[in-house]
């Protein structure tokens, strides 16, 4: 089995990517399919009592992290699979990175992530609200600079989803 990450700012279309790649019969995991693969924990993997994510103390104590022992079960379950797809961010996750064959960022301008977390169809509330909007501004071109010099492959997710889930693929072995 060979494992792709699939990668990118919110609202960079991760969740959406996993949806398609499954849809097409792909094995892809995700935090909104596979809830828990992805939680927020402190340093020693404790996980908060409450969200608080405006909260300057509580942001910089609790960061989104990868549930390794859920990725490894959910690996296991799909040994017989070809490839996989993990779509998701976090903050310790380039060091899982080795673990794949590639990693793709879904790269996004401002205005569409802006437009994608405002958006009424989004399953979530993240990203919504000014505060994180703005923080999200302020992260996107240092996160999107930070991924492809660790080595992500960009692939730019301003496309329609078919184009972007064909340019994955054809990256891929398709």
């Given at each position: 089995?060979?494992?792709?990450?699939?990668?990118?700012?919110?609202?960079?279309?991760?969740?959406?990517?996993a949806?398609?790649?499954?849809?097409?019969?792909?094995v892809?995991?995700?935090?909104?399919?596979n809830?828990?693969?992805f939680?927020?924990?402190?340093?020693?993997?404790?996980?908060?009592?409450?969200?608080?994510?405006?909260?300057?103390?509580?942001?910089?104590?609790?960061?989104?992290?990868?549930?390794?022992k859920?990725?490894?079960e959910?690996?296991?379950?799909?040994?017989?699979?070809?490839?996989v797809?993990?779509?998701g961010g976090?903050?310790d996750?380039?060091?899982?990175?080795p673990?794949?064959?590639?990693?793709?960022?879904?790269r996004?301008?401002?205005?569409?992530?802006?437009?994608?977390?405002?958006?009424?169809?989004?399953d979530?509330?993240?990203?919504?609200?000014?505060?994180?909007?703005k923080?999200l501004?302020?992260?996107?071109?240092?996160f999107?600079?930070?991924?492809?010099?660790?080595?992500?492959?960009?692939?730019?997710?301003?496309?329609p989803?078919?184009?972007?889930?064909?340019?994955?693929?054809?990256?891929?072995?398709?």
């Open positions: 089995m060979k494992l792709y990450f699939v990668t990118g700012i919110s609202g960079s279309g991760k969740t959406t990517v949806r398609a790649l499954r849809s097409m019969g792909h892809a995991f995700d935090s909104k399919i809830k828990g693969l939680f927020f924990a402190d340093k020693d993997g404790n996980k908060p009592d409450d969200y608080l994510p405006h909260d300057e103390s509580w942001a910089n104590r609790y960061k989104w992290v990868l549930n390794k859920m990725l490894d959910l690996l296991e379950e799909n040994k017989k699979a070809d490839r797809f993990l779509c976090a903050h996750l380039e060091q899982y990175w673990l794949g064959e590639n990693v793709f960022l879904l996004v301008d401002a205005p569409t992530m802006l437009q994608r977390l405002s958006s009424n169809t989004r979530n509330n993240f990203g919504k609200d000014n505060a994180t909007q923080k501004l302020e992260r996107l071109n240092r999107q600079q930070k991924q492809l010099a660790a080595g992500a492959v960009s692939v730019d997710a301003l496309r989803i078919e184009d972007v889930v064909e340019d994955i693929l054809s990256q891929t072995g398709k």
